[in-house]
C-alpha cells in the first residue's frame, strides 16, 4: 500500500497507529514471540502417521511462518498487521529455496489471530488453512504461544 507524506510524518514521529504503518510502529509489542499449532495427525494409506507444525515467529524486524511435515517443508516471509487484540499474517514472499508458489500473492491475508481476555489464541483461516484434513475448520484455537 502507498503511504503518502502525512502518513509517512505521522507514523514515523507522532507514533500514530494508521492502516499503512508497518506494524513496529503499531501497538502490537503483546503480540512479539513464537507461536505453533500442530495440526491433528492423518494416517497415511500406508500405515504411517503424517503430520504437520506450524511456527510462526513474530519479531520487530521479521515475520516468518513455517509449515514442516508430509512432503513439506515451507517458510514464508510475512507481515503482521492488526492491535492489541487481533493480528492478520500477511502474505509477503516464499524464503524456502526452489519453492515455487503461485497461490498466494503479496498482501494476501493468510489467516487471523485473536487473543482472549483470559488469553485463549482463535485463528481464522482465510487464503491458508490446515492441509491434513480434507475439511479444515474455518476457526479453531489452534495456535498457542510458546515464548
Not at 500500500?1 to 501497538?27: D, R, V, W, Y
Amino acid at each position: 500500500m502507498k503511504k503518502t507524506i502525512p502518513q509517512l510524518f505521522f507514523c514515523s514521529f507522532a507514533g500514530l497507529t494508521l492502516t499503512s504503518c508497518s506494524h513496529k510502529e503499531k501497538n502490537i509489542d503483546n503480540w512479539i514471540g513464537n507461536y505453533s499449532y500442530e495440526e491433528t495427525p492423518v494416517k497415511a494409506n500406508a500405515g504411517y502417521s503424517m503430520v504437520m507444525e506450524w511456527s510462526l515467529a513474530i519479531t520487530k524486524i521479521d515475520d516468518t511462518l513455517e509449515i514442516n511435515g508430509q512432503q513439506t517443508d515451507i517458510e514464508i516471509l510475512t507481515k503482521i498487521e492488526g492491535d492489541t487484540n487481533t493480528i492478520a499474517v500477511i502474505y509477503d514472499s516464499i524464503l524456502t529455496i526452489g519453492y515455487v508458489d503461485a497461490t498466494y500473492k503479496k498482501g494476501d491475508t493468510l489467516f487471523t489471530l485473536s487473543k482472549a481476555k483470559n488469553g485463549t489464541l482463535t485463528t481464522n483461516w482465510i487464503a491458508l488453512k490446515p492441509f491434513l484434513s480434507d475439511n479444515p475448520p474455518k476457526e479453531c484455537s489452534c495456535f498457542f504461544q510458546t515464548k
